[in-house]
């Protein structure tokens, strides 16, 4: 089984950036991608950001230029720095693992961006 933990989340002013970090424990023997989702009130969740085991990456155009997602494959933890925060980023952020074919989520972490 794998469990991931999200942290980094919180307020910040618009303009203002933030780390989530996401790190998975467990059953890893081998991940096939690490994204970032988020999901705000009213709104369906939507892919924010994907790395893939071989390092390429996506990004949703409503965050292109200001995030960016990285990984850290030491430590099994996923990363996504967000820059330039705009109040429409505001939501619950999730992490989604891939391992052989089974998706996993973390708990989620509020991202809120005032005005």
């Known amino acids: 089984q794998v469990q991931l933990v999200e942290s980094g989340g919180g307020l910040v002013q618009a303009g203002g950036s933030l780390r989530l970090s996401c790190a998975a424990s467990?059953?890893?023997?081998?991940?096939?991608?690490l994204g970032w989702y988020r999901q705000a009130p009213g709104k369906q969740r939507e892919l924010v950001a994907r790395?893939?085991?071989?390092?390429?990456?996506y990004y949703a155009d409503s965050v292109k230029g200001r995030f960016t997602i990285s990984r850290d494959n030491a430590k099994n933890t996923v990363y996504l720095q967000m820059n330039s925060l705009k109040p429409e980023d505001t939501a619950v952020y999730y992490c989604?693992?891939?391992?052989?074919?089974?998706?996993?989520w973390g708990q989620g972490t509020q991202v809120t961006v005032s005005s």
């Open positions: 467990g059953s890893i023997f081998s991940i096939n991608s």
């Open positions: 790395i893939t085991n071989s390092a390429s990456t």
């Open positions: 989604r693992v891939v391992v052989v074919h089974r998706e996993y």
